[in-house]
């Protein structure tokens, strides 16, 4: 209890010890005392003139409750978006991974139809697929025996 006491009382002190610091400045001075008038001369205006009051407050509340609903469905659209996104994510996957397959299928088919020519030109004339494959040596032979 002795504490919070002692607490309360250097939180006050300290606050107090800032504001007279600050008013040393001669414009945050000026600045208070300007401000503390306009807050005097509302207050008193208002003491007078309830139902403007009553009015001002009714307005900043049915503002305030149209930027709650706004935000509120905001927040709703974006978890909508959020939710689909979720959604869409494992579909893309499945998607991208069907069309990796797809080319490493294509990729073996063609390496497959290329050895298949391969083997068939071998089989129907040697010299021919010595020219495909690339295979110089065997063609220098076959060149030298012709000549």
């Keep these: 209890m002795m504490s919070q006491n002692k607490l309360m009382t250097g939180l ?5 010890v800032g504001v007279i610091i600050s008013l ?4 945050t001075r000026n600045d208070v005392i300007q401000k503390s008038k306009s807050v005097s ?13 009553k009015s001002a407050v ?3 509340a049915s503002k305030f409750q149209n930027l709650y609903e706004r935000v509120s469905e905001d927040a709703s659209y974006v978890g909508e978006k959020v939710n689909e996104l979720k959604d869409l ?6 998607m991208a991974l069907d069309t990796k397959e797809a080319f490493v299928d ?12 391969k083997s068939a030109l071998k089989e129907d004339n040697p010299s021919a697929s010595s020219s495909i494959t690339g295979n110089s040596s065997d063609r220098d032979s076959e060149y030298g025996k012709k000549q």
């Design 89 to 94: 994510a494992p579909q893309v996957k499945e």
């Design 106 to 117: 294509t990729k073996e088919a063609v390496v497959d139809s290329t050895q298949d020519v």
């Design 41 to 53: 001369d509302n207050a008193k205006y208002y003491a007078s003139n309830t139902d403007e009051l």
């Design 58 to 60: 009714q307005q900043q």
């Design 12 to 16: 006050l002190v300290g606050a107090a």
């Design 24 to 27: 040393f400045d001669r414009n």
